[in-house]
């Protein structure tokens, strides 16, 4: 109760001192930020602006330098307080996070809030990519990760064509509660795109809404390869015991062993390494291919 009673007592000096009142800011230079969505942070990271960052939501997991940084809460509950506490100049979002309460907050002691784009596609992130450069002042860096990007998928392209066959493949996060399945997959997301440019294609389940779906569902979908994010992956241990699971043991990836863990943050959302994380999944959708190497 103290040290709720101390926050609101400094929160109220702060926004009667007008501690935080807005200023133009010379984004250029160095300046502290709070990063509450996760596709941002790493592009800072890749623009050299890793630095300035500090703070960050928990979802920011790459790279692993963003890990040590302090946290403001999942990006879709941020703790105000914390970002508040961090002293930030900037605040930067992609307009995917809550509570609703959250933007009102921060506004009300007048910091600095900026939205930016998502990267569902690789020309919006490579669009991102530039937007941030120019904005913070990083323009030659943003170029160089584009032209780096555009070469990557040069070579994904020029791999595409040795691909013959097209498995199905399902994206599965096995949740913090056991028999709870949430689908990466078959909702035209990132995750999607990736398995395409990768020479697969997503499996086909019934699910509505929410991406979570049962057991029953998994079976009926029986991917071909089921790609395992780190979190249900390290979960379970192995992808002998991720065969266990209710339903995933009676997929044809579990019978051929074609069960992979994957990184999740490289599967959500395009940046400046999806190239290199395409040619990942390719390598193991079609492990047998020359087309993977480089």
């Known amino acids: 109760m103290k040290k709720?009673?101390?926050?609101?007592?400094?929160?109220?000096?702060?926004?009667?001192?007008?501690?935080?009142?807005?200023?133009?800011?010379?984004?250029?230079?160095?300046?502290?930020?709070?990063?509450?969505?996760?596709?941002?942070?790493e592009m800072l990271f890749a623009l050299?602006?890793?630095?300035?960052?500090?703070?960050?939501?928990?979802?920011?997991?790459?790279?692993?330098?963003?890990?040590?940084?302090?946290?403001?809460?999942?990006?879709?509950a941020l703790n105000a307080e914390g970002i508040i506490s961090r002293r930030p100049d900037i605040v930067i979002h992609s307009n995917d996070i809550g509570p609703a309460s959250v933007l009102p907050q921060l506004e009300k002691v007048g910091l600095n809030i900026k939205a930016f784009a998502g990267?569902?596609?690789?020309?919006?992130?490579?669009?991102?990519?530039?937007?941030?450069?120019?904005?913070?002042?990083?323009?030659k860096q943003a170029d160089s990760l584009n032209k780096k990007l555009d070469d990557d998928m040069q070579i994904v392209l020029a791999a595409q064509k040795n691909v013959k066959d097209s498995p199905?493949?399902?994206?599965?996060?096995?949740?913090?509660?056991?028999?709870?399945?949430?689908?990466?997959?078959g909702r035209n997301g990132a995750g999607d795109k990736m398995i395409?440019?990768?020479?697969?294609?997503?499996?086909?389940?019934?699910?509505?809404?929410?991406?979570?779906?049962?057991?029953?569902?998994?079976?009926?979908?029986?991917?071909?390869?089921?790609i395992a994010t780190d979190f249900g992956f390290d979960k379970m241990g192995s992808a002998e015991k991720f065969k266990t699971i209710p339903g995933v043991s009676l997929t044809?990836?579990?019978?051929?062993?074609?069960?992979?863990?994957?990184?999740?943050?490289?599967?959500?959302?395009?940046?400046?390494?999806?190239?290199e994380n395409i040619l990942k999944l390719m390598s193991l959708i079609h492990p047998t291919k020359d087309a993977v190497k480089k």
């Open 4 to 41: 709720y009673l101390l926050f609101f007592i400094t929160l109220t000096m702060t926004i009667s001192c007008g501690r935080f009142n807005k200023k133009e800011l010379d984004t250029k230079k160095d300046i502290r930020i709070v990063s509450v969505s996760k596709h941002l942070t």
């Open 48 to 76: 050299g602006k890793g630095h300035d960052i500090v703070a960050c939501d928990l979802t920011s997991s790459y790279p692993d330098s963003a890990k040590l940084l302090p946290t403001v809460g999942y990006h879709r």
């Open 119 to 139: 990267a569902n596609t690789l020309d919006s992130a490579k669009m991102l990519l530039s937007e941030l450069g120019k904005y913070f002042g990083a323009e």
């Open 168 to 185: 199905t493949v399902m994206i599965i996060h096995y949740g913090q509660a056991n028999n709870v399945y949430f689908v990466m997959s």
């Open 196 to 226: 395409a440019y990768a020479g697969g294609k997503t499996a086909h389940y019934d699910a509505k809404g929410a991406r979570q779906i049962s057991a029953e569902a998994v079976a009926l979908a029986n991917p071909d390869i089921i």
């Open 252 to 275: 044809n990836a579990a019978k051929n062993n074609r069960i992979y863990r994957f990184e999740e943050h490289d599967l959500v959302y395009f940046g400046p390494r999806s190239g």
